[in-house]
């Protein structure tokens, strides 16, 4: 399989992944002419889209989503009550069902239930050929689920949205810096670092480190903290970005 995330933060997120039968989006959170233009900078097209996959309701995960189904007749597939509590409006939503894996072509795709203050959020795991690539951004505690994940995945897309340090002594206003540490939060730098420290295999080979704050991080911060911890793994970490898609890496 390959991978490039397109785009990660607080302002959009989408992630392309391929198999030799399919190429599907994970999050379609730019807009679609946005997800076209990063497309085309790893030589990819629109068309080449199979299926968009989202995760939950938040606006920074669908932006796309209802253009790139009316105007180039891209299916969406979420749960039902993401869709139910979303602004889209799609003429054909394809529902599938949380923790119950799809045979999508050629790939195996499991969302499977994640801590976070949406609906019925949810992370990836896409299979295909004994590979395994993980999408867990947007939580804020590490459930089993995510572990077993973490311990079996080849390539991760990680959330390390925040320092610890920063957020408590930076702007934001005392209700949301508690939503953002909370259970239904955002997963720290320290705390992703300690879930691979401690879950992870040596089937672990990448890690993207996604969803970074604005305000409460840094890149320098989050790959030294994250480095630091999971030194001993030997993993290959690519930093995302909101407006910068990564290389398209083979796993």
Do not use: W
Request: one cysteine or more.
């Amino acid at each position: 399989m390959k991978i490039s995330v397109l785009a990660s933060g607080s302002s959009g997120n989408s992630t392309y992944i391929e198999s030799k039968g399919s190429s599907i989006l994970i999050d379609a959170g730019i807009s679609a002419r946005n997800i076209s233009n990063k497309l085309s900078c790893i030589g990819k097209d629109i068309s080449d889209i199979d299926a968009v996959f989202i995760t939950h309701e938040h606006t920074d995960h669908i932006k796309g989503a209802e253009r790139l189904s009316r105007h180039f007749d891209i299916p969406v597939y979420l749960n039902r009550p993401t869709y139910e509590y979303s602004v889209l409006s799609l003429k054909k939503p394809n529902f599938f069902l949380t923790n119950k894996q799809i045979k999508f072509n050629d790939l195996l795709i499991t969302p499977f239930e994640v801590s976070h203050d949406a609906i019925d959020p949810c992370g990836f795991k896409i299979q295909n050929n004994g590979e395994i690539i993980g999408v867990i951004t947007d939580f804020g505690k590490p459930n089993e689920n995510i572990k077993e994940l973490t311990n079996k995945a080849n390539c991760l897309v990680l959330e390390t949205n925040h320092d610890v340090d920063m957020l408590i002594n930076g702007p934001y206003p005392y209700h949301l810096k508690q939503r953002i540490l909370g259970e239904k939060g955002h997963l720290s730098n320290i705390d992703a670092g300690l879930l691979v420290k401690e879950n992870a295999s040596e089937n672990l080979k990448r890690i993207f480190l996604a969803h970074l704050s604005q305000h409460n991080n840094t890149e320098k911060i989050a790959l030294n903290t994250f480095s630091k911890l999971t030194e001993k793994l030997r993993l290959k970490n690519i930093m995302t970005r909101q407006e910068e898609n990564t290389e398209l890496v083979n796993i």
